[in-house]
């Protein structure tokens, strides 16, 4: 288990991350969302240890960071960003020293190294000095080493940066491999990434947490989430006046044939519309609901604006 | 883990860096010329007509002043500049055992570099009859000089992301702590104090913290515990300085 404390971090005068707390259990991964520069990076320094805290610490398996990192570091995996790698040695060389450190040796040692290749797909390049791979060959290299000592807790910034779709699937299906055994926090941008992969995800803006929840909920926050599309031949003046009439709706946007109806009230908005277009005898040609939209949570919290609807 | 495990691991995995680059061997050959040169061209070795190798070493403290800093600049400049420092400081592994395994590491490359001078010494051996003893002494002396030197440089790598930098700062600072107990420079300044008040014993006082005297004292064959001591004690600073500067620096 992961416990997240009250991290804290003040580069000098700057505020980078004010008062991050979270948790996360196995089997979960984590997305962790936010927009560039609102201090998701420094909070995975602070919790691999790499940065020490202002305040607060990070609780590894039982294990205070701050207090006694070096037991920390050992149940932990960490994928950087940029993904960081000796280049002047061969993959299997870099993978042998890893696991020098991480305490093995002998055969133990090259079946660790030997599994890490396997995982992350380097059998071709295995003796392959890692100043000559491409990209994603580097980044799954730094992926192996996280992996290589099989640690409960994965902690990775941006681990499909920089690649091309198809290697981006390879790195979400071996994430996916090995979500129920490990508690993962994944940092990303893509936001069809977290629907991929997350069980959960937060939101971090300005150093603090907007937001905590599984994808689902997340979109509810959303303000078209449950909304009303309804798309005509020939829409008329009529029509929409009627369509503003009804109660559940906060706000009717129309557009060419179309009417998006945005609910006041979810639960009773889809059923009102169902019911005037048959009062009024209308043919839509398409009528479908709206599920929100991540990218809509994630502007709306991020740049501070009030069109989110509060939970609950 | 083992405390020294984490130091050996990366110790040899610094040290097999060094030999995977091209540099290293261009350091060596620069290396073993400049010495070779100045011994036998510059230093007159076989005109001196003496079997003893101080016309050999008495160039190792201008030869380092360059080529160490050049070997040390790299050790902590690149792990900053490529991000790797991420990867190890958060292993579990403590800055101290990083510095330590590094600096041995860069210490035993130049060693190395000292040992491949042997056909010097051989060349002594078939020539005359050296005193086998202070020959030694003087490699050893040499050796704890690259040491001293290379602690500097180990600082100043760790200051900074720029390997000229960390060269340029390593050379000044190395530079300084040779010419104030370098002979000409001391017996100037002594002139200099003893017109203005009597402060020669400043003079001497800072001359003391040079490496020459400690390195000159070695060669003539004695191995004294007060220059032991001051190499140890100048080499474990300049470690303790690189421990505080990575402490604090380890983000940007």
Request: hydrophobic share 45%; with cysteine; proline share 4%.
């Amino acid at each position: 288990m992961l416990e997240i404390k009250e991290l804290h971090k003040q580069f000098g005068s700057l505020h980078a991350v004010k008062g991050i707390s979270f948790t996360v259990e196995k089997g979960e991964v984590l997305g962790f969302l936010g927009p560039n520069g609102a201090g998701k990076s420094t909070t995975m320094r602070m919790i691999t240890g790499f940065l020490p805290p202002t305040s607060g610490t990070a609780i590894i398996n039982g294990h205070d960071v701050v207090a006694d990192p070096i037991a920390a570091k050992k149940e932990t995996g960490y994928l950087p960003e940029n993904a960081p790698v000796y280049s002047d040695m061969t993959v299997r060389a870099f993978l042998s020293f890893v696991a020098e450190i991480r305490g093995y040796s002998g055969a133990e040692r090259l079946r660790r190294v030997d599994a890490a290749i396997e995982s992350a797909h380097l059998e071709k390049v295995r003796n392959q000095t890692v100043s000559t791979l491409s990209k994603g060959y580097k980044q799954r290299v730094c992926f192996a080493q996280a992996i290589l000592h099989d640690p409960p807790i994965l902690i990775m910034d941006e681990p499909t940066d920089g690649l091309d779709p198809n290697q981006k699937q390879v790195v979400r299906s071996m994430i996916r491999e090995m979500a129920s055994r490990k508690v993962i926090v994944v940092s990303t941008h893509i936001l069809e990434e977290v629907e991929a992969i997350c069980t959960r995800a937060i939101i971090i803006s300005s150093g603090k947490l907007v937001a905590n929840g599984t994808p689902a909920e997340l979109k509810t926050r959303c303000a078209c989430h449950g909304a009303v599309e309804l798309v005509f031949d020939r829409a008329s003046d009529a029509m929409a006046s009627d369509l503003r009439l009804l109660s559940s709706a906060s706000r009717v946007e129309s557009r060419d044939n179309s009417f998006t109806l945005f609910p006041k009230d979810p639960g009773r908005l889809l059923a009102d519309v169902t019911d005037l277009v048959r009062q009024r005898n209308w043919h839509p040609t398409g009528l479908r609901v709206i599920e929100g939209r991540l990218e809509d949570v994630f502007h709306d919290l991020t740049l501070g604006e009030e069109t989110v609807r509060k939970a609950g | 883990m083992d405390f020294t495990q984490n130091t050996k691991a990366i110790f040899k995995r610094e040290l097999r860096s060094y030999f995977e680059s091209p540099v290293a061997y261009v350091f060596l050959v620069v290396f073993l010329m400049m010495t070779a040169f100045l011994t036998f061209a510059v230093g007159r070795f076989y005109e001196n007509g003496q079997a003893d190798l101080r016309g050999f070493f008495f160039w190792h403290p201008w030869v380092f002043l360059i080529l160490v800093p050049a070997a040390a600049m790299r050790l902590w400049a690149e792990e900053r500049r490529a991000g790797t420092i991420e990867l190890l400081l958060t292993m579990p592994v403590t800055l101290t055992q990083a510095i330590l395994g590094k600096f041995l590491a860069a210490w035993a490359f130049l060693t190395i570099a000292l040992a491949l001078t042997f056909p010097v010494f051989l060349t002594t051996l078939y020539l005359g009859e050296p005193d086998i003893g202070v020959a030694l002494a003087g490699y050893f002396g040499s050796v704890l000089l690259a040491g001293a030197y290379l602690s500097v440089g180990v600082l100043t790598s760790a200051m900074t992301r720029n390997q000229v930098i960390s060269f340029v700062v390593s050379v000044v600072i190395c530079l300084f702590l040779l010419l104030a107990g370098w002979p000409p420079v001391t017996d100037f300044l002594v002139r200099v104090a003893q017109d203005h008040g009597h402060l020669e014993w400043l003079v001497q006082g800072v001359a003391s913290f040079s490496f020459m005297p400690h390195f000159d004292s070695i060669q003539r064959g004695v191995i004294a515990l007060r220059d032991l001591a001051y190499y140890t004690s100048l080499i474990v600073f300049m470690l303790f300085a690189t421990h505080l500067v990575l402490e604090n620096r380890k983000a940007s």
